[in-house]
C-alpha cells in the first residue's frame, strides 16, 4: 500500500491522472474501472483535456462503472450514466459499446450481475480501478458490513449515503428530485480484482475512513479497509484527509526513497 498525502487535492489528481495517461500510452485498450461522485470529478477533467490537446485516443479503451441507481432511467440526470456522460465519456472518443455498468433494469437482476463480472473477465480483468470512498467507508456502493468477498449485486443504501446523495439533489431543481435507495453495485470481491487500484480522498470529512482503511484493522464495517489486502493499491490524499493518520512522516519517506530509486535506475 501506497500512500500519497498532497498539500492541495489537485496536486493528487495531477498524479494520478497522468498516472492513468501514462498507462493509456503504454496499452491503448486499456481496461479502466470508474467511479462516480466529486472525488474523480478532476481526473476526468484532466483526462478529457489530454484527449482535446494531445489527441489522447479513448476508442480502444473499455470502462466498468462501478455503481448505479436501481429505479431512475438511465438518462435521468441523477443516474451515473448521466454523471459519466457529462464529466468524460461526452468528451473524448470512448466507443459507446466499450463502456459498461451494473445492471439495473430487471428482469434476472442477479443473472444480469454475473453477466456483469463475466463480462470484466472476458475483457482480461479491469487494468486500473479509480476509487472514492464514503464518510462510512463505502468503496463502490458497498456499505459497512459488506462481505469482503462480495461480487456484483444490488445493495441497500445506508442512511449516510442516502444524505450525503441528497447534497447533489439539492443543486437540481424539484422535477428531478432523485433518492434512490438502492443501487446496483461491484463488489469488494471485484474491486480487488483489478490489477491496480487508484483511490482519491479529499477533505476532513472522509479523515476517520482513511485513517481506519489505512492504519485499523480491517472489518468489513470499514469496507476501505479491504484494500489493505491489494498489493498494487495507493492512496491519493490531502493534508485534511490525510489528518489522522499517525504514520504520516513515514509514508512520506518511503515515497521520498521509491522517488530515489526511480531517478538511481534501481526500480
Ligand atoms: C461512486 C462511488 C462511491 C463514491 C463515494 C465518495 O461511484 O464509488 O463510493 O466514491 O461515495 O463520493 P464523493 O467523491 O462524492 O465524496
Not at 14 to 40: F, M, Q
Request: overall charge negative; hydrophobic content about 35%; proline content about 5%.
Amino acid at each position: 500500500m501506497q500512500v500519497i498525502v498532497c498539500d492541495q487535492p489537485d496536486e493528487a489528481t495531477e498524479l494520478a491522472a497522468n498516472e492513468i495517461l501514462a498507462a493509456l500510452e503504454k496499452k491503448p485498450d486499456l481496461v479502466l474501472g470508474l467511479a462516480t461522485g466529486s472525488t474523480p470529478i478532476g481526473i476526468y477533467s484532466r483526462l478529457v483535456r489530454a484527449h482535446q490537446e494531445d489527441k489522447v485516443d479513448f476508442s480502444r479503451v473499455r470502462t466498468f462503472n462501478l455503481d448505479e441507481f436501481v429505479g431512475p432511467p438511465s438518462d435521468h440526470p441523477r443516474s451515473y450514466r448521466s454523471f459519466m456522460r457529462k464529466h468524460l465519456f461526452d468528451g473524448v472518443n470512448v466507443n459507446e459499446g466499450n463502456i459498461h455498468f451494473p445492471p439495473v433494469e430487471g428482469p434476472a437482476l442477479r443473472d444480469k450481475c454475473r453477466d456483469f463480472e463475466a463480462t470484466i473477465r472476458d475483457a482480461g480483468g479491469i487494468d486500473i480501478q479509480i476509487l472514492g470512498i464514503g464518510r462510512n467507508g463505502h468503496i463502490g456502493f458497498n456499505e459497512p458490513t459488506s462481505s469482503l468477498a462480495s461480487r456484483t449485486r444490488i445493495k441497500t443504501l445506508t442512511e449516510k449515503t442516502l444524505l450525503d446523495n441528497s447534497r447533489f439533489d439539492r443543486e437540481k431543481d424539484s422535477t428531478q428530485k432523485l433518492a434512490p435507495t438502492l443501487a446496483a453495485t461491484a463488489g469488494i470481491g471485484t474491486i480487488l480484482d483489478a490489477r491496480r487500484i487508484m483511490l482519491q480522498a479529499f477533505g476532513r470529512a472522509k479523515a476517520e475512513a482513511v485513517r481506519v482503511s489505512i492504519e485499523g484493522p480491517i472489518s468489513s464495517f470499514w469496507p476501505g479497509s479491504a484494500l489493505q489486502l491489494h498489493d498494487d493499491v495507493t492512496f491519493y490524499l490531502d493534508l485534511e484527509s490525510s489528518a489522522l493518520l499517525t504514520m504520516v512522516d513515514y509514508y512520506r519517506q518511503v515515497r521520498k526513497n521509491a522517488q530515489e530509486l526511480e531517478e538511481r535506475g534501481l526500480m
